[in-house]
C-alpha cells in the first residue's frame, strides 16, 4: 500500500545511546516531516525537508539531526540519547505530488530513553 | 501562521451532529484551514481544508464565517469511532513545502453511547 513507513515500530535506549529513525515514502513528493508527540500533547515539529539534499529546523530541533539522501527517505538521528526524547515520532509526507496540505502519517515510532 | 483558538474537549451523543468550533481571527487572505484528527496514539489523520468556501466530503463539512475568523468542523452523525483530538490549522497554501503544518494541542471529542 502506499504511503509513510517508519521502523523501527518500538525502541527502548539507555541514556547517551545513539540511534537512527528511518522514514520512507512512496508518494513521490518532495517534502518529509518529523514530529514528535509527548503524552497528553500535540505534534511538535523537529525538522522538515522540502526537498531532496536540503532540509530546516522545526520547532524543537535540539539533540536531533536528519538526513535527506533521496527523495523516498528522511531519517531521524538522536546521538546521544536523553529521557527528555521518551517520545513517540511521527514521519509524513503530502499525500500526492502537490503539496495541497493533506498529509499522509507513519504509524509512529515509540522511543523511551531511561 | 494564524494562531488557533480550539476547546479542550467536548461531548457529542452517538448519532447526532457533532459541531467542532475553531476561532482564528487572525487568518490572513492566503491562509487555509486545515483539520485533522487523531484517534488513540496513531498518526493523525487529515479531514479537510478550505479557504473561504464550505467544502464538503465523504468525512466531514467544513464551515467558515464570511469574516473567515472561525469555522466549524462538523460530523453529520457521530460514532463511537469518532471519538479521537482534532486539530485545527491555519496555514498558506505551500506547493513547495517549506511551511509545514503546525499542530495545537486540539479538541478531545468523546462520543458518548
Known amino acids: 500500500n502506499a504511503g509513510v513507513t517508519q521502523t523501527p515500530k518500538f525502541q527502548v535506549l539507555k541514556t547517551g545511546q545513539s540511534m537512527t529513525l528511518q522514514c520512507a515514502q512512496d508518494m513521490n513528493h518532495n517534502s518529509m516531516y518529523w514530529y514528535r508527540q509527548d503524552p497528553g500533547m500535540g505534534l511538535r515539529l523537529i525538522y522538515y525537508?522540502?526537498?531532496?539534499?536540503?532540509?530546516d529546523k522545526g520547532e524543537v530541533p535540539n539533540g536531533y539531526n536528519v538526513s535527506r539522501l533521496n527523495k523516498r527517505e528522511f531519517s531521524l538521528r538522536l546521538e546521544s540519547a536523553a529521557p527528555s526524547q521518551t517520545s513517540v515520532y511521527f514521519c509524513?509526507?503530502?499525500?500526492?505530488?502537490?503539496?495541497?496540505?493533506?498529509?499522509?502519517f507513519g504509524e509512529g515510532s515509540r522511543l523511551t530513553v531511561l | 501562521d494564524a494562531k488557533t483558538t480550539q476547546p479542550t474537549s467536548m461531548d457529542c451523543a452517538e448519532g447526532r451532529a457533532a459541531n467542532l468550533p475553531c476561532n482564528h481571527s487572525?487568518?490572513?487572505?492566503?491562509?487555509?484551514v486545515y483539520w485533522y484528527r487523531q484517534i488513540h496514539s496513531q498518526g493523525p489523520q487529515y479531514i479537510i481544508h478550505g479557504l473561504k468556501n464550505n467544502e464538503t466530503n465523504e468525512m466531514a463539512s467544513l464551515i467558515i464565517t464570511e469574516d473567515r475568523k472561525s469555522s466549524t468542523l462538523i460530523l453529520p452523525h457521530a460514532t463511537l469511532r469518532d471519538t479521537a483530538v482534532y486539530y485545527c490549522i491555519v496555514r498558506v497554501h505551500s506547493p513547495s513545502g517549506n511551511t509545514p503544518l503546525v499542530f495545537g494541542k486540539g479538541t478531545r471529542l468523546s462520543v458518548i453511547a
Open positions: 525537508s522540502a526537498s531532496e539534499g536540503t532540509t
Open positions: 509524513a509526507s503530502p499525500a500526492g505530488e502537490v503539496n495541497t496540505g493533506e498529509l499522509f
Open positions: 487572525t487568518i490572513s487572505g492566503n491562509e487555509y
